[in-house]
């Protein structure tokens, strides 16, 4: 192990090239690397996808009547179509804009989340398919897989928050479908095998992202080099306003991400839950920011990001009879907790440990997490049919009898393991430390290879457009552009002393 | 009334005070007083919230197999919720960034809507749902909560534009806890004693907020000091932008927030008479802007708030039979009203009355919704069941005779007061009256209220982010971030006088 | 014609004066105009339009329970109109912010937007409605009215696209009005007289709209007058970003446009494709604007048009068994070319053929709803009821039998013109060709139209939002708000260097 991280940050050190051709030529080849990355995806997709069923016109019921003999035929668009657009929006325009708080990393933020985001749900649609193949052998396709495509992008986006800046693009893409292949099989660990309930993905997405991010951020920051004060590594007036764009949609929409995968009225609990609980979060986080920060006054990274902590809090157990005032108290506990993790802990663990963390996805994702499968695996150890009826085998089915099976009233029966409430709280528990520690050994091992790609920023050129980006060539304020009139005296005067000072 | 006023104004010229360690101090107060809201607030909920039968899964019907039956049990979410979600989106998004086309109150205005909403948001669900406590005395929480909470902060947000850049987060919060009681009194007072129709919230929301705001924003001028010509209270190039990102989705979504409260077609009426009316604003404001502006240019001012003014015109008749044409001709009289009181009255009453409005949300809430409230009685005036076959007692349940039933064909049925259409008409108008009077006695005293609050804004300090925000440290323009490249030549040299004289 | 041609230039050269005094007069008449345009449309809504069935309070129909007797009784909203909303996003925020990449047009590419479309969208339901009137002469207006009027509003906001920068706001009003009469002449043609499936407009709308574009831009540049560089033809830093805006919500709600105008089980595949093929595209955009940009780095043009490509040119088949590997491949396919048209093409039409294109809508709608129109037809000329089973009648209702007719089971059949597969394809084909045809003569003859406009923009003050717009008047850039910290030393060389040479 140690001889591998030496390895790799000795290879990491000595590829990076500061002649322009040579890196001109480095573009080069990282370009057709992705030709090749979409390529290959297209191939699997030749071999292994087709329909599902609802959208194969070959299937004889498709051409019924709607009205005739029931609900399913010949179907458009349902209430589904309209959960996926939601959280669409939150994976590209919610944590794309999210990330394009520091000043001069814009493009990149919104561009890379874009593309990372692009080839991320294709190759997802293969690796979650991969465990349910059906007697052909082939991955069917509905709107179904298409928001669980987009679900494990976030993931992926949640690992991109952690290394923000310090990364290439191709770094992020070699990340990312690593990420996924391992991301897939623990959520089919934790969902089929475990058959543990993360219904807002808690475990599954935000604390493997946050984990597996920060994982590769620990190795990328072993590379030699002096460390070097980039004040690029900040916000602008401007680039904070369009965060609060990514901000305010994630936090809108976090309602349908809880919701989606829940099973009946539970949908209505959790968007109830989530809701209630993120408004909670809001208030809360803006309360600790001013009591925390410097100065008493609001920072807006906390409002950034600190208020959406509510979201993940409550995922897990969004569509459980948490009751309105749990779903509030979980909220409040989470922007507290948000915000003292970016205040004590973020630059505690930067300092100590050497694990940099540049949006603080551990305090929105990673720690909330971790809370969310805690109360997860107690709101599973408190269940009962009193309390759920006849749906507590819906939204634990391992808790059904061996010989319980579908009937008309109830249609969702299934023969379970039997399990007591105690075990399921057990394996909630499993699910969440299993989740974890993968995430971070295999986020480890991931850092170890992203450390190969020949192109590596120099330190220097971090969290700047300019490495991969053509910007505007005549860029200049908006000074020249318009009449020029002070605002307030002592306004001026510090302009002048600005500007012809040394 | 006289005493109170000058107490108030003295003791809020008394309070605040320069020195930047008490200034400290009294942040960190207020912070602690956020603090206690949400908690009382969660301890609210402890006691009073439950969710609804439809989200509970202790009862025993949401086991049921969605066929069986009926169609209620079991039920994921339905087509309510993508309306409540564009309402959503409207509140936070639209409202947020509405306001951000101040220079330097981008964050105040994003993150101050953000915080404010989420409080209310929690209290109004509390504050509505006292008027609809259940046998238990406890309020039974689901989807159709959460929109009329929604709904709520719409109110409060309109307000708060009345006094953008001149109050503090704190007398934002206290402004909506005082007006969200009185709102949910008036709504219940106007929806189940005067039994008047009001589908878009016309009257309750829009002409309620406007008003109220309007008196609240007067008692806060008649504070002692020197008025200060702030250059702050102005635009930007860039956050004139930001600005209409609110404009369009408060645009876009208009229709959903009128069809909301709507019943069966009346749906279908309330978004094509929106979707119309909103049209025919836009471009009658376009046109009547560039006819009364300086110079006959555009105004940003105008496309951003009157393009609007047709939502709030067309809202208590949205859902009633007004004919496309009557939606369009609504919506161009909106538009031409107002853009002729941002250019003529709102200058008129700030110099002569005092009364200032920093958003003019008195001619995009205001004006618009008194004109909305006297359509709304003049429809109410001609309706008949010739027009609105049965859905008429759906839509006016007090004109139902005391002995209407629901049957089979007509379920929504039951008995009324047998009011004839002019009686009808005439609650409606008593309804706006009692609205607009409510909202002013109940603005001013809030006003005086709010004047209480220990911390302030210096006037000197208005319209600024910097008095409640930590701002980026090293903020420079783009500059010197790129090469420079002059544009043309006259822009340059303006750009060095700009720069080099005095 | 070449008479037309000359003397259309001659007066556009002659009637655009320098005087302000003129031109402020200029200015109000062009007002007086637009209130014109918006009075003359109220009165045909007068005339002609009324509540389609499902919205008809007097329709004894909608009085009754929905759960009476069938689905259709007094009905709320359903999935349409969420299909509906994510069409008017696009509208207004997706081709409204997309137009603002350019430094200091902002305000004239959302707003001119904003004004065109709502404007456009009145026109489009009557010209649509035209052909579709009822026995009383009489349009019905329902949901499918509006999306239906959105959608043609895309048309016209692409052909502005092509002109960006170089038109006043009247000319575009004058081109949208002539463009919308035109364009559902075309779509009736092909929709109604050649039974020609094209289910997301990628012929009608997206190629109609970018040749009708290319034409009118094609005759405004042969006005006389020197060619002058202008340097506002560009992007700034904060302008990219905004329109990445446009760009993605276009791209996220692009799978709804394609499957708003599809039938039963085609929306899903409408969906699956439409979402498969943008995926696709994007990930190919961005390698091959890395290969064939300058320097070998992305490039913003392509990242903010290209990445779309793929949902225009799976428009025309979106709703097919096109395989999702086809899907695929369709996307990437159209992204290599897109990129290609923007480095190789676009440059050279302008050089050679005088043929402007600023926003460069012939890569982003031209060529790939040529593209589409092609495919189209190739999946025509393949389909077969062993395929599609009975949906075949659906999708091409021209194929059905002359004697087929509904039944209990497919309710949807109805008597058709008994064609074959490939007569079907030679169809697409033709409609094609005409769409293209009618686009460029009617775009002609528009621009000549659109030159006889009595106050045409000056050449030195394109792109130029100063022109139409009364701008923030004391716009500073934020260097003096904040305290000024350099950001490295370099960076700060430089700046020096350039604030004080010369």
Not at 486 to 492: G, H, N, V
């Amino acid at each position: 192990m140690r001889r591998l991280v030496e390895y790799a940050c000795k290879r990491a050190s000595s590829t990076t090239s500061n002649n322009p051709h040579i890196q001109k030529i480095q573009r080069l080849k990282l370009a057709l690397i992705v030709v090749f990355l979409q390529l290959a995806v297209s191939v699997l997709f030749v071999n292994f996808c087709e329909y599902s069923v609802e959208a194969d016109a070959a299937d004889t019921r498709n051409s019924l009547n709607p009205v005739f003999g029931g609900f399913k035929k010949n179907q458009k668009l349902n209430g589904d179509y309209k959960l996926f657009q939601d959280v669409h929006v939150m994976i590209f325009i919610g944590f794309g804009f999210l990330m394009t708080f520091l000043r001069r990393y814009g493009y990149s933020a919104v561009g890379f989340n874009f593309l990372l985001g692009a080839l991320i749900i294709q190759w997802a649609l293969l690796c979650q398919g991969f465990y349910q193949l059906n007697e052909n052998n082939k991955m069917e396709l509905g709107i179904g897989s298409l928001f669980k495509a987009d679900i494990a992008a976030a993931t992926v986006l949640i690992s991109m928050g952690a290394v923000l800046g310090r990364t290439s693009y191709m770094q992020l893409l070699i990340m990312g479908i690593a990420e996924i292949a391992v991301f897939s099989a623990n959520s089919f660990l934790g969902s089929d095998v475990f058959q543990v309930a993360d219904a807002g993905g808690s475990m599954f997405v935000h604390a493997f992202g946050a984990y597996f991010g920060l994982a590769v951020s620990y190795i990328i920051e072993l590379r030699k080099g002096k460390q070097i004060e980039n004040s690029l590594e900040e916000a602008r007036y401007t680039s904070d306003i369009f965060a609060m764009i990514g901000t305010i949609f994630l936090w809108l929409f976090w309602p349908s991400f809880n919701a989606i995968e829940a099973t009946g009225d539970g949908q209505q609990r959790a968007v109830i839950n989530t809701y209630l609980s993120l408004a909670a979060c809001c208030v809360t986080t803006f309360a600790v920011s001013l009591i925390l920060s410097e100065h008493h006054k609001f920072d807006m990274v906390h409002i950034q990001n600190s208020t959406l902590a509510g979201g993940v809090a409550v995922g897990t157990s969004a569509n459980l009879m948490l009751q309105p005032y749990g779903a509030v108290l979980v909220g409040a506990a989470a922007g507290l907790i948000s915000v003292a993790g970016y205040t004590k802990l973020t630059p505690w663990l930067s300092a100590n440990l050497g694990i940099r963390d540049t949006c603080g996805v551990h305090n929105l994702h990673g720690i909330p997490g971790v809370l969310a499968g805690l109360i997860g695996a107690f709101m599973a150890g408190i269940a009962s049919e009193s309390i759920y009826c006849k749906t507590l085998y819906e939204i634990y089915p391992a808790r059904a009898d061996a010989n319980m099976t579908a009937t008309a009233e109830y249609n969702f029966l299934k023969p379970g393991l039997g399990r007591t409430a105690g075990e399921q709280a057990g394996y909630q528990i499993l699910a969440l430390v299993v989740t974890v520690v993968l995430a971070i050994v295999s986020g480890i091992l991931t850092g170890l290879i992203v450390m190969l790609e020949f192109s590596l920023p120099l330190k220097e050129k971090l969290f700047d457009d300019e490495l991969a980006w053509r910007l505007p060539d005549n860029e200049i304020s908006d000074v020249p552009l318009f009449t020029f009139k002070p605002l307030i005296k002592s306004d001026y005067s510090s302009y002048k002393r600005v500007l012809f000072s040394k």
